[in-house]
């Protein structure tokens, strides 16, 4: 990352110290939780403290406006939000680069879809590659943040479609209308909901929606990328089960189909890891 750098400092005590440009903050981490932090005098310089009990900040020192990240290709506005958020998933840095990397025989124009897309951090690596990007997610102002970062990147005329919709929905949809994508990607969270109120749950909900993403790919050409950030699923269960669907099935083991898999980082300072969920990316032969 460049200068205006995202930095995990330290982690432990279910909690992680992040420097956001040199923005302290300090807030909740479930995988730090039973891991002891290794530089406890730094917290103390937090700026800014997320309570999940009160769901409320404590700021120390005001928020600078505007705070911004350097993302490689992109620059991410950050805020706190209610919930403990920044508007930016850092464990994402190498997905972005993968996003932002075409496939040989791409072509310009060619179209990708970002299914819960919220941040829309992920729609800007592929628009910055030639992508012509559907980004679909459940809740308005998350929908509405996206198109102002892109804005923010002087991607206001990029050929970016942004929806609010159930990612299941939409899906089920583009299968009837026949409509092909290049590259998929999807990062839902363990439970959600639709803007009707419909709920998503990932250990449910994400096996009938991988089938529907298949269908909606060119046998020549794709690229699918699943995250997650849930105990209840992870790499394994996801390539177990694209191993044995009915498109993915016929390449599985070929030298040509290329599968990464593992787990999303984050590393501080001493390169000590604090684990961010899981990845799964699939490359057409
Ligand atoms: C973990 S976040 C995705 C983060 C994203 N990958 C990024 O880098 O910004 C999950 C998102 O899913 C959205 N969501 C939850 N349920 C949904 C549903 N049924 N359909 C579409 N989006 C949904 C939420 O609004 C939230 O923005």
């Known amino acids: 990352m460049g200068n205006c750098r995202y930095q995990l400092i330290d982690f432990g005590m279910g909690r992680k110290l992040e420097s956001l440009a040199g923005h302290l903050i300090d807030r909740p981490s479930p995988s730090a939780k039973g891991q002891v932090s290794n530089h406890p005098s730094k917290w103390t310089g937090a700026a800014g403290v997320y309570d999940s009990g009160d769901r409320a900040w404590d700021h120390r020192v005001p928020w600078p406006n505007p705070l911004l990240i350097d993302c490689g290709a992109f620059e991410m506005p950050v805020r706190p939000t209610p919930y403990g958020h920044i508007g930016l998933f850092p464990e994402q840095f190498d997905n972005w680069c993968w996003l932002a990397t075409p496939a040989a025989n791409f072509r310009e124009g060619q179209s990708a879809l970002n299914l819960f897309g919220y941040t829309g951090a ?3 690596a592929l628009a910055k590659a030639g992508y012509a990007v559907a980004h679909v997610d459940a809740a308005k102002q998350n929908v509405q943040a996206a198109r102002l970062v892109a804005a923010h990147n002087q991607l ?21 209308r026949q409509r092909k994508y290049q590259t998929i990607l999807l990062d839902p969270p363990a439970y959600g909901h639709s803007p009707k109120g419909k709920s998503w749950r990932l250990d449910r909900d994400l096996w009938p929606l991988l089938t529907d993403c298949l269908q909606l790919f060119e046998e020549d050409s794709f690229r699918l990328l699943v995250t997650g950030h849930s105990p ?16 993915l099935k016929r390449f599985w083991g070929s030298s040509g189909l290329l599968i990464e898999a593992g787990r999303s980082q984050l590393k501080d300072q001493e390169d000590r890891v604090l684990d961010a969920g899981f990845f799964v990316r699939v490359h057409s032969p």
């Open 122 to 124: 992920s729609t800007l």
């Open 156 to 176: 206001n005329d990029a050929p970016i479609r942004y929806l609010v919709d159930d990612a299941a929905k939409f899906a089920a949809r583009e299968v009837r």
């Open 232 to 247: 209840d699923v992870n790499e394994g269960d996801v390539l177990g089960f694209l191993k044995q669907t009915q498109f």
